[in-house]
């Protein structure tokens, strides 16, 4: 029989990783566009998963970001906002694809 309690602290680590899970999403569908030879729509969401890390962690609390908080707040903001931004910058600027002559 499963208590009140227990399932409360189920339903607590599942939120608590929502927001990991969710970006992980967005990646994983990055790659799978990539996979599929979409190079910068696969390349844009990867970046973009990357930016909405740094925005999720910068607005929410330390117990609901999971995975996401690694380090101190600001560093976890400017690396995953800087490698975003980056990764977004890269994928407009792509032309083709590595079969394209």
Known sequence: MITVTGRRRWTEEIGRHAP??????????????I???????????????????????LLLPEKQLGLIALRRRFTDVLLYGGFGVLIVLVAATITGGPFDH
């Open 35 to 57: 996979f599929l030879y979409h190079w910068r729509i696969g390349s844009g969401l990867i970046g973009g998963s990357l930016l909405f890390a740094a925005a999720l962690r």
């Open 20 to 33: 990991f899970v969710l970006v992980l999403a967005i990646a994983a569908a990055g790659i799978l566009l």
